[in-house]
């Protein structure tokens, strides 16, 4: 293996060290009788739509069976660690894009923290999570959201999208994977981030929170203007072999394709990463 590749991933095998806001989670007594709560819903009314609190003290929609929904029900936040991390990057005024939304938790925290002067683009496909997103939004009136139901890709246009079965909604991709069986597949449309940008006439974007099941590298491709800029935006990004592997990449091409264009990677947890510019 060439040395710059040792390099790369010595130094990204160390775990973040960057600012950190604790995300609350709920108390261990109060986790497990949310687990408890959560098993027997499970089987009496699985997908049933339900409201809880998060630990932002915004009301929030969950449903029953789904993976992203159980964490939130049990702990009162998704992902602590990566909340933890992302939220002092985000203040007031700021433009973020949430891509690959699902049910819109990092949307509604990301509209709380940039505020009325601030905008969140929220990207999702899924037909199965985009009732909840709506709601979840309209829920917390933040007027700061705009839905984008388009796939980022390299480029523009249309694509197909393997639709997870219920209950492996977090699953969704652009390419058949071997970590779910889809229930269908269907034709979406796609958008290049460049392109995007160009259509709305954004003049910076100041975030990106992107989980795209594997689709994150051809995802960077079609982002090289943004990314290449003088103002890069810090990225919170997802690197997981056993996604990655279906677009023909690894974990670590996408590590290196996002560090190519000027950044820093900071290691989150075993597969998610923060981009800082150098």
Not at 132 to 152: F, P, Q
């Amino acid at each position: 293996m060439p040395v710059s590749r040792l390099a790369t991933i010595a130094m990204i095998r160390q775990y973040s060290t960057l600012n950190m806001e604790p995300c609350p989670t709920n108390g261990f007594v109060n986790r497990v009788t949310k687990r408890i709560s959560w098993n027997l819903l499970n089987r009496l009314v699985k997908g049933k739509k339900l409201k809880v609190r998060l630990f932002s003290g915004d009301s929030f929609f969950v449903r029953v069976g789904d993976q992203i929904s159980r964490g939130i029900f049990c702990q009162g936040c998704h992902e602590p660690q990566l909340t933890s991390l992302l939220l002092p990057f985000l203040g007031p005024g700021m433009t973020a894009f949430d891509i690959g939304a699902n049910i819109g938790y990092y949307t509604l925290l990301m509209a709380r923290r940039v505020g009325p002067a601030g905008m969140v683009h929220s990207f999702e496909i899924n037909e199965n999570v985009l009732d909840l997103l709506d709601e979840n939004i309209r829920l917390a009136k933040v007027g700061n959201v705009k839905i984008a139901r388009r796939a980022v890709a390299r480029t523009s246009g249309q694509m197909e999208f393997f639709v997870p079965r219920p209950g492996d909604e977090a699953e969704g991709s652009l390419k058949k994977s071997q970590r779910y069986e889809a229930a269908k597949t269907v034709k979406v449309s796609s958008v290049s981030l460049d392109d995007y940008i160009e259509e709305n006439k954004i003049k910076r974007v100041h975030f990106i929170k992107i989980d795209v099941e594997g689709a994150e590298y051809e995802a960077f491709e079609g982002a090289r203007n943004l990314l290449s800029s003088n103002n890069k935006p810090v990225i919170m990004f997802e690197a997981l072999d056993t996604a990655c592997m279906n677009f023909g990449v690894s974990w670590l091409d996408v590590v290196e394709k996002v560090k190519s264009f000027g950044y820093r990677i900071h290691q989150a947890d075993t597969a998610n990463y923060f981009a800082t510019p150098e």
